[in-house]
């Protein structure tokens, strides 16, 4: 069971001294304005996220690739990438 006091203070509280934006007086729109702009940061970062780590992973692996590629050449007459004709269902 809590206090009357407690919540007296809670409710008196003001948060935004905290350091946290006091929402209680914040225009929605601003907000929606915000959100906006933290979704497309984080996008963004995702996105340069994304490529570094692939670039590392082409790095990393790119002398497998190279020994793999040579020794199918070596094993094999043809290409080391094989290059096939596709026909459509409803094409020639």
Avoid at 6 to 13: D, L, N, R, V, W
Avoid at 18 to 42: H, T
Wanted: charged share 20%; net charge positive; no cysteine.
């Amino acid at each position: 069971m809590r206090s009357t006091s407690s919540k007296s203070t809670i409710k008196s509280a003001n948060f935004g001294a905290i350091g946290g934006p006091d929402l209680r007086e914040a225009d929605p729109s601003a907000l929606a304005d915000q959100a906006a702009s933290a979704r497309l940061l984080d996008h963004f970062a995702k996105r340069v996220f994304d490529l570094a780590v692939a670039a590392l992973g082409l790095i990393l692996f790119s002398p497998i690739f190279l020994l793999v590629s040579v020794a199918i050449k070596l094993e094999s007459r043809g290409p080391v990438l094989v290059r096939e004709m596709r026909y459509d269902y409803m094409a020639n």
